[in-house]
């Protein structure tokens, strides 16, 4: 059930100079000790804190003497929790949608021994030094294009864009049949379309991109500049308003939504939006297309709501348990597959039209063809702050700030923060 707890408000702590006792295992879930798990999660318009109570519900009712405790991070969001959390001797036993990075690596449980975290999807993308810190439920896809059929339609858009080329083009076309091509906004989203526009295409040539960038054996000038020159044509052609910078995320979904704009660049967690929506244009989907004919690109994606276990937790086993339950049972897995639009091989749910041409996309994609967006996961990160600077930059792009300028501030920062 959800349980109020006062957190004590303290400035955010460094997490790997924090000294954690805890590693010590406690009774499994089958026993009768009393246990209390607390779960850390993401709450959103989706994954509300009703969902996550009835998520849970059938665990506790086969394990009487487990009470699994639903922690809201509130508007701070998780990532900024945890580290204030650990800092206030409050950490949760179990975290809920935070993709371990060498940082907090040192505070997890190494779930190594466990079968349904090693064998889980993306889990070896995932691993640190071969040490598996987490186990998810599915994939979730990022570099993604939705599309208005009826706009496409009336355009004279027949097929959809395999080419970055063929993307631009299509753009005009949409343009001139009096469309608003591109949707996108303020917030994370400006820098989003960016890296699906780009990303894609330069790990299919650089897939050891972000060890690279990370060490400065790459420069963001070289491998984004395609990119970063295709989306100021884009603003520069009108394709991409400079008002978006004033859009906020529900405004930009629900214009989508409503039939207002041709193209809106989001994870495939919309298709979940969608099928919740009262009302909705004819909308499908597209993988971001490659720079180059008849290259694969790869796809952007992250595991869906990866759980981890703290190291200071006192009831590791119990959550070790809980966790199997999240990431294996049938029901479990679909519930929570269906209601953020996410996909794994084995696990079903009843789809809309739209879920059906992504589970296309996932089964057209190859295992390695998978790649971390934003700062990254596993061994594959960015410094941090990478994607706030991108954003940051990629604004500025849309009001007014040349390409090159960009590519050179991009390359300036890496400079100021590679290792």
Known sequence: MIKGRHLTALGIASVASLALAGCASSAPADSDEKIELSMLVNVTPNLTEEYWNDLVAPFEKAHENIDVVIQNPGAEGVHAAVPRLLAAGDAPDIVQSMAPTTEIAPELVDLSQYDWATSGPLAEQYTIDGNYYMAGIGVQLQSLFFYNK?????????????????????????????????????????????????????????????????????????????????????????????????IKYPDAEQAFLSGKTAVYSMGSWFAGTQANAAESADIGVFRAPAFDAGT????????????????????????????????????????????????????????????????????????????????????????????????????????????????????????????
Do not use: C
């Open 150 to 246: 009826t706009a496409f339609a009336e355009a004279g858009i027949a097929e959809t864009p395999t080419t970055v080329d063929e993307l631009t083009e299509a753009l005009g076309k949409l343009k001139a049949a009096g469309w608003t091509p591109v949707q996108t906004g303020g917030d994370w989203m400006t820098s989003h379309t960016l890296q699906t526009l780009g990303l894609p295409s330069i790990i299919a040539e650089y897939p050891d991109w972000f060890q690279e960038m990370s060490a400065g054996e790459l420069t963001f000038g070289d491998t984004y500049k395609q990119a970063v020159d295709t989306y100021a044509e884009w603003v520069a052609e009108g394709y991409i308003a400079k008002e978006a910078l004033g």
């Open 296 to 419: 694969q690109p790869s796809m952007g994606a992250n595991i869906a709501s990866p759980y981890s276990i703290m190291k200071s937790s006192e009831h590791q086993d119990a959550a070790a348990d809980l966790i199997e339950y999240l990431v294996t049972d049938q029901d479990a897995v679909s519930s929570q597959l269906a209601v953020d639009g996410n996909f794994r091989d084995g696990y079903e749910y009843e789809m809309t039209p739209l879920g059906e041409e992504l589970l296309a996309i996932v089964a057209d994609t190859p295992g390695d063809a998978y790649t971390p967006t934003g700062n990254g996961y596993g061994e594959r990160t960015l410094p941090s702050e990478y994607s706030n600077e991108l954003n940051t930059q990629t604004q500025a792009l849309i009001g007014g700030t040349s390409a090159q300028e960009m590519l050179d501030a991009m390359d300036a920062w890496f400079l100021a923060n590679a290792n």
